[in-house]
């Protein structure tokens, strides 16, 4: 999933300003393939792992010494917005750990910094990310 220029990114209860991107990669930790005796073909597939990575990429235009640490952990919390017509702005949000800081200086980019976090489920089986509507039910 890749969410352009976020309005509001908050992490902690801290608030990020000037995030360009949101980018969720789910990845399957763990497959499970089958085959038959019947020929060379997968008959079963499946994920039963899984690990949902998000990557957050913002622009710093000033020093910050105020930035998350690996081991971090809160709630990330964002709006979308679509770019017309009659879709709601929706509610993503999920209890992260924050895995990575890195950042980079470019001509061409400035000061970019990206925070990488792995979303945790509250009980396993739940998906880590919730999606609702930003200004209704469903905002948690």
Not at 107 to 131: F, M, N, Q, W
């Amino acid at each position: 999933m890749l969410l352009l220029n976020p309005r509001s990114v908050a992490f902690a209860g801290a608030v990020w300003e000037d995030v360009s991107a949101i980018v969720i990669d789910r990845v399957g930790a763990k497959t499970v393939k089958e085959w038959s005796d019947l020929g060379p073909h997968v008959v079963l597939a499946d994920v039963p792992e899984q690990v949902v990575t998000v990557r957050v990429v913002q622009h710093v235009a000033r020093d910050d010494v105020g930035a998350p640490l690996p081991g971090g952990s809160g709630e990330l919390v964002f709006h979308t917005a679509p770019a017309g017509g009659d879709t709601p702005r929706k509610r993503l949000a999920a209890q992260c750990v924050v895995t990575d800081v890195t950042h980079e200086l470019s001509l061409k980019h400035g000061a970019v910094r990206t925070v990488r976090l792995i979303a945790v489920s509250a009980d396993g089986a739940a998906d880590p990310v919730t999606i609702g509507d930003a200004d209704g039910i469903g905002q948690g």
